[in-house]
């Protein structure tokens, strides 16, 4: 069974991490939320959240993917977070994927693992970075390699659903996008 670690920080977008979580499951992956803390998680529009565990319990563990929620000052939190840094590298460099929503990819670019790669994000957030090479693009789902990135709250869906393909494949994404009910495009 695929796994994917969802870090939560206090002040992510709650619609955002709880879609994420949501699909994900739905497709039969083990998804585990972090909280950077022990604490329940006040999201930004003041939702609590409960994670499944704290970031140091399964710091050493290995995930086939990591998934960062944005939101403020959520983003901003895991992006100073060592643990989170240490986390994406070490993930990135064994082979596997990372991806960032909204303003989270400001993580990954700090991580380095943007530079001269395919990458979106919320409007103005890597364009405040100076990343090296980077190729900026406004579609809602951006994948470059095994790093994903998707835009805000409204890609949230479409983000989820890339997420699945790429773990699980086109029928399982297609299997929890029926249930979805969502109207076609």
Not at 136 to 145: I, L, N, P, T
């Amino acid at each position: 069974m695929a796994s994917v670690l969802v870090p939560l920080a206090q002040g992510c977008e709650e619609l955002e991490a709880v879609t994420i979580i949501d699909l994900l499951r739905r497709a039969g992956i083990e998804v585990v939320s972090a909280g950077l803390d022990a604490q329940p998680v006040r999201a930004s529009r003041g939702t609590v959240l409960i994670p499944d565990t704290t970031l140091d319990k399964v710091a050493a563990r290995d995930f086939d993917m990591i998934v960062l929620p944005g939101g403020l000052p959520g983003a901003d939190h895991l992006d100073r977070d060592p643990r989170v840094r240490a986390l994406l590298i070490r993930t990135a460099a064994a082979g596997r994927y990372i991806a960032a929503i909204c303003a989270a990819p400001k993580a990954l670019a700090s991580a380095g693992l943007l530079d001269n790669r395919k990458a979106t994000s919320f409007p103005g957030v890597l364009d405040a970075l100076s990343v090296p090479g980077l190729n900026y693009r406004e579609d809602a789902v951006v994948q470059d390699g095994k790093i994903i990135t998707s835009r805000g709250p409204g890609t949230a869906m479409d983000f989820a659903l890339a997420l699945i393909e790429n773990l699980v494949g086109k029928a399982k994404r297609a299997q929890v996008e029926a249930g979805l009910q969502r109207p076609a495009h």
